[in-house]
């Protein structure tokens, strides 16, 4: 199916959009959580997270789409939880990875 195929192609645009980020990052610690960044993401990683975004919804819609008629909150469920999954958690796991790199420490 389709979906699958936008599914997968949602997780490595996200992969690639965080790792891009964590490159433009190089030197500093990048923002997690709720915390802002200090300056705009760079136009490649917004696009790419823009394409992440896009197929990850209409993947999961496709996919879940089966699912529709018989459990409509369950169906509603599981889109979210593919958008979070597929979109987020690359994210979460290369900023943690990035902000483990031990920082150059200037003595005092």
Same mark, same amino acid.
């Given at each position: 199916m389709w979906g699958y195929s936008l599914i997968a192609l949602a997780l490595?645009? @996200?992969s &690639?959009?965080?790792w891009w980020a964590a490159v433009d990052y190089s030197g500093r610690? !990048?923002?997690s959580g709720s915390q802002r960044h200090t300056w705009d993401k760079s136009r490649r990683v917004r696009r790419i997270e823009f394409v992440a975004w &896009? @197929?990850?919804f209409f993947g999961a819609i496709a996919v879940a789409n089966q699912l529709w008629m018989s459990n409509p909150w369950v169906t509603g469920a599981f889109v979210c939880a593919i !958008? %979070?999954?597929v979109n987020g958690l690359p994210a979460f796991l290369i900023t943690l990875v990035h902000n483990r790199k031990p920082? @150059? %420490?200037s003595p005092m």
């Open positions: 490595a645009c @996200s &690639l959009g965080a610690r !990048m923002p &896009l @197929s990850a !958008m %979070v999954l920082e @150059s %420490v």
